[in-house]
């Protein structure tokens, strides 16, 4: 798949920003929770080169999503374990799904300002930050999905740690691989597995219907 310069400095933003506050999210989360491991490893800011892991960040250009570098806990240090754990693991796709929607609500200001819809720029400009939308909406749905080490694994991880620890080690040890096979394929030979973009493209639709863009 060829790299366009253009399509990738209107990507790369919203992806450094969605990037960023998502981990900086699960390390605020883990230290509000009663855990500093993240606040110690430097974590706790919002500084992207503490958070980006470069192959992510390159998939998220390439293919619409990736992934950073994950936040470390100690969930001794958690009061309510299993449940803490889960709070710490959907606050970085929680705060993708805020960032969106705070996209689309700068976009829908922009556009019923006569400048912002009268002129090819302004209606650029609206375009833009629209896609940035879409990319952190892209990082939402992303993140949801019940493969490790994808936050929407540690649902039922947090319990299986408990029950087969052996078996949840192998879901981490094979699961990036997994998730990079299916990325590269989604990708490259332009098939859908995870029905990641319509879904996305769906919840795009919706929003920009109810923000009354037209």
Not at 9 to 15: E, G, S, T, V
Not at 73 to 85: G, I, Q, T, V, W
Not at 139 to 151: G, K, M, Q, R, T
Request: glycine share 6%.
């Amino acid at each position: 798949m060829g790299l366009d310069l253009a399509e990738i400095l209107k990507i790369a933003p919203a992806a450094i920003i969605g990037l960023t506050v998502h981990e900086f999210s699960h390390a605020y989360a883990a230290f509000k929770l009663g855990d500093n491991t993240a606040k110690n490893e430097g974590r706790l800011t919002l500084n992207p080169l503490k958070h980006i892991d470069w192959l992510g960040f390159f998939l998220i250009v390439i293919a619409g999503f990736g992934w950073a570098k994950p936040v470390t806990f100690n969930p001794d240090n958690l009061k309510n374990k299993h449940k803490d754990e889960i709070l710490i693991s959907i606050a970085g796709p929680i705060s993708n799904f805020l960032i969106a929607i705070f996209f689309f609500s700068i976009a829908r200001f922009l556009y019923f300002m006569d400048y912002f819809h009268t002129s090819a720029f302004g209606l650029g400009i609206v375009n833009l930050i629209i896609i940035w939308g879409v990319i952190n909406f892209s990082l939402f749905v992303f993140n949801l999905i019940p493969i490790p080490p994808l936050d929407g694994s540690h649902v039922y991880l947090a319990f299986l740690k408990d029950i087969n620890p052996k078996l949840m080690m192998n879901m981490y040890k094979w699961g990036t691989l997994f998730l990079l096979i299916i990325i590269i394929a989604e990708s490259k030979f332009n098939i859908n597995i995870l029905h990641i973009s319509d879904f996305v493209n769906g919840l795009t639709s919706f929003f920009i219907k109810l923000m009354a863009f037209h």
